[in-house]
T-cell receptor
Framework: SQTIHQWPATLVQPVGSPLSLECTVE??????LYWYRQAAGRGLQLLFY??????ISSEVPQNLSASRPQDRQFILSSKKLLLSDSGFYLC?????????????FGEGSRLTVL | SQQGEEDPQALSIQEGENATMNCSYK?????LQWYRQNSGRGLVHLIL?????REKHSGRLRVTLDTSKKSSSLLITASRAADTASYFC?????????FGTGTSLTVIP
């Protein structure tokens, strides 16, 4: 069966510090991978998605970046965090197929920028 | 924005009652999905309805889809306290999935 791991679960970072959130998927090959951000009490905003190694699509221009160095590894980064980067970050994966499928989510990483 | 909207934003009902929440979206879709999120956790997939389907059932869940109105509804019958959570609709256009703003459901025992 497939599993998704996301870490760290919680982190508190000062403004201007770097960020690295990591997500790995086990039990499947060539998944589509996603990073979402959820502000407090709000819906999910799609940040990045990837359909293969090194293939990253950005939905929202901002100071965040994503990388996919391996087939089942997805990393969200920032060189300098802003207060507005605070939120709940969710990694998700889906089977690689067009025309529909479901998303499988990790447990999330709660980021507080002070 | 391609994000949809759920209505109502919050819903509070007694255990045993039915809960209905609605979703509106803006663009053409391949399918529409509903997800559940317990507080502080990741989302869990509940049900998927394809664009050529009008109604789908899964246990106590009933989903309808009206592509002409770009809207969907989720009905939870005979609600339980454990159904307390936020519910989101999501649409997909190819590889991208876009979520609505969510309905916060509270089921009072």
């Amino acid at each position: 069966s497939q599993t998704i791991h996301q870490w760290p679960a919680t982190l508190v970072q000062p403004v201007g510090s770097p960020l690295s959130l990591e997500c790995t998927v086990e039990g499947t090959s060539n998944p589509n991978l996603y990073w979402y951000r959820q502000a407090a009490g709000r819906g999910l905003q799609l940040l990045f998605y990837s359909v293969g190694i090194g293939q990253i699509s950005s939905e929202v221009p901002q100071n965040l970046s994503a990388s996919r160095p391996q087939d089942r590894q997805f990393i969200l980064s920032s060189k300098k965090l802003l207060l507005s980067d605070s939120g709940f970050y969710l990694c998700a994966w889906s089977f690689f197929r067009a025309g529909g499928g479901e998303l499988f989510f990790g447990e999330g990483s709660r980021l507080t920028v002070l | 924005s391609q994000q949809g909207e759920e209505d109502p934003q919050a819903l509070s009902i007694q255990e045993g009652e039915n809960a209905t929440m609605n979703c509106s979206y803006k663009t053409s879709i391949n399918n529409l999905q509903w997800y559940r999120q317990n507080s502080g956790r990741g989302l869990v997939h509940l049900i998927l309805i394809r664009s050529n389907e009008r109604e789908k059932h899964s246990g106590r869940l009933r989903v309808t889809l009206d592509t002409s109105k770009k809207s969907s509804s989720l009905l939870i019958t005979a609600s339980r306290a454990a159904d307390t959570a936020s519910y989101f609709c999501a649409t997909d256009a190819g590889n991208q999935f876009y979520f609505g703003t969510g309905t916060s459901l509270t089921v009072i025992p």
